[in-house]
């Protein structure tokens, strides 16, 4: 049976589905920890060869592609975060932590946050209720196995999410997802019309480096912007960030910010923000849990 066009839906249709997961109490504390002005949350999505594998592909040279984040681009983040004092979060698909378990190691060892990003960079949007739940229970569980340490935070592969994936993060425990884009700052999480408990940490595709600099054939893609801008992009948003006193959020990928004409965007942001001011540079596990403290969720 096919379906009605949008323009024949009944409100009930339309209404269900907007209600469904919506934006609640806007969670933005009126001080960060030691005094800071604002929060800066770094973010690195390590997908390696599971944005490869996760499509259903197997390409050889892809494949090779995507291992020199792994290589290349992580060593050289961890020792920029730790040139600058810097604490952040890895979102690692759970197949790319079984190709290398030393990876999710050395930054969880280096006290960064390893989060839940997938099994294999899946849509979870395909995925029924009962599939997607089992292979979120499995990514959280491996990566604890790896790293000696449970996820506690959430991101979609690709940010795509079905209509049960907030709820199963939810019923799961998960302290926080990262996977919308309702705001700047925080907010919990309502799922039709009841606070779940659940912080969003907002992500946006204007503060991901991938946007602006990543290459694909299929579906094609091709670098638009260069690294200078890109870097402007980024600080533009962490300067209004710190007047405002607020949240700074940030996506990147190893395989697109780790290349030597690149990696220096990182650098120039961590540079930019201790010369700021106080700023505070945190994991997106401190960040829900200062918020869930400042702003107590229900």
């Given at each position: 049976m096919n379906k009605p066009p949008p323009v024949d839906w009944p409100e009930s249709v339309w209404r269900t589905a907007v209600s469904r997961v919506r934006a609640g109490r806007r969670l933005a504390p009126d001080h960060w920890p030691d005094n800071a002005?604002?929060?800066?949350?770094?973010?690195?999505?390590?997908?390696?060869?599971?944005?490869?594998?996760?499509?259903?592909?197997?390409?050889?040279g892809r494949l090779g592609w995507a291992e020199f984040g792994r290589r290349v681009g992580v060593p050289r983040i961890l020792n920029?975060?730790?040139?600058?004092?810097?604490?952040?979060?890895?979102?690692?698909?759970?197949?790319?932590?079984?190709?290398?378990?030393?990876?999710?190691?050395?930054?969880?060892?280096?006290?960064?946050?390893?989060?839940?990003?997938g099994w294999i960079h899946e849509n979870t949007s395909t995925l029924d209720a009962a599939t997607e739940k089992a292979m979120l229970v499995r990514s959280r569980d491996t990566l604890e196995q790896i790293t000696g340490q449970r996820p506690t935070g959430h991101r979609a592969a690709h940010w795509d999410l079905s209509e049960n994936t907030i709820r199963l993060v939810?019923?799961?425990?998960?302290?926080?997802?990262?996977?919308?884009?309702?705001?700047?700052?925080?907010?919990?999480?309502?799922?039709?019309?009841?606070?779940?408990?659940?912080v969003e940490i907002p992500v946006d595709w204007v503060r991901d480096d991938a946007v602006y600099l990543s290459f694909?054939?299929?579906?094609?893609?091709?670098?638009?912007?260069?690294?200078?801008?890109?870097?402007?992009?980024?600080?533009?948003?962490?300067?209004?960030?710190?007047?405002?006193?607020?949240?700074?959020?940030?996506?990147?990928?190893?395989?697109?910010i780790g290349y030597r004409s690149r990696i220096w965007i990182l650098e120039e942001i961590l540079r930019h923000a201790r010369a700021r001011g106080p700023v505070w540079i945190a994991s997106h596990d401190a960040v829900a849990q200062h918020v869930k403290d400042s702003c107590p969720v229900k």
């Open positions: 002005r604002c929060a800066l949350a770094l973010s690195f999505d390590c997908d390696h060869e599971t944005a490869e594998l996760g499509a259903g592909g197997q390409a050889v920029l975060l730790t040139h600058y004092s810097a604490s952040a979060s890895f979102f690692i698909p759970a197949v790319a932590a079984l190709i290398d378990p030393d990876e999710p190691r050395r930054i969880a060892a280096e006290g960064h946050e390893v989060g839940v990003h939810a019923e799961l425990g998960f302290a926080y997802d990262s996977s919308m884009m309702a705001d700047e700052d925080c907010y919990e999480l309502v799922l039709d019309g009841t606070a779940s408990g659940v694909n054939r299929t579906p094609p893609a091709r670098p638009y912007a260069s690294p200078e801008q890109v870097r402007d992009i980024f600080i533009r948003e962490f300067d209004a960030a710190f007047d405002e006193g607020g949240l700074c959020q940030l996506v990147m990928h190893p395989f697109v």
